[in-house]
């Protein structure tokens, strides 16, 4: 034993469980195999600091939602692509609201979940990946902070062409971003700080996730500003056309394909 997790569906395993305590489908985790264990979601960065945080908002309905989930599902038209579905809360509203909607994943275990709560078009993979199947799309939605899907200045271009590719004429990307440069707590001062000397984006997070003895390898993910989401943005197929901050740090960008 090396103290390292196996890398695994972290997300997957974690978002069953937490869909087993919200609705006594499946073995429910226990503590002391008795008592009901609350299932939290791990999360390690690069520089050490772990952060935990409850994992059963994933399956929130809309009267639990941000307001900022609201202006986006009300912002989407044509057909969606949910990028990250999660446990399907954004496209099960949807798809009641008859909205056509798929939800793509690179978690079998998420899609699993999702499936079962009733969304009813699924994919596997990454937009990279979507994009050879030939469908196509209206509205892109990037929520609950997955604008950090575009990683960084590295992985960004091809992230932005792939959803270009999926993209029909007009097609629009919402994604949910949150401003992380409002701080003062000196650990993640300092931590922009490092990443700024190594070239990085301040907030380009690396980080993995734990649950229970899984892990994820170490990846990126981008919590910026609008201003370093516009230059990212800058002489892509995109066009920044929205920036709706009323929820600061958190906010919603709309990117337009030219
Ligand atoms: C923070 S959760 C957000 C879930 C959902 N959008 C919500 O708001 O409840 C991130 C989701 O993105 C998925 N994911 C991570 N990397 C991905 C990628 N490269 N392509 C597609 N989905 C990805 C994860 O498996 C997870 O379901």
Redo the contacts with the bound molecule.
Sequence with gaps: MTGEPEIG?V??EM?RDAYAVATGIGPRPMAGGRLPRPVIEIIERDDGLVNGAPAG??L?PPQRWQPH?HRAVDRVRGHVL?????????ALHLQDRGVPVTG????LG?LRVSRHRGVRDLVH???DEHAADGRRYDTF??????L??FEGRERAPAMLAALAALARPGAQVIA?GTDPYGTTDPVHTAYHERNRRRGRIGGQLRLRLRYRLLGTEW?DYLVCSPEEFAELIHGSQWRLTDVDDTDHPYYLATLTLR
Excluded at 83 to 90: D, F, H, M, P
Excluded at 104 to 107: E, H, M, N, R, V
Excluded at 141 to 146: A, E, K, R, S
């Design positions: 569906d997300f997957g978002i908002h994933y929130d989930d949910d990028v990250g579905v999660g446990a399907g809360r954004i793509l994943d690179t978690s998420a993979g990454t937009v939605l990037l929520l609950g902070n997955n950090g899907l949910h990846f």
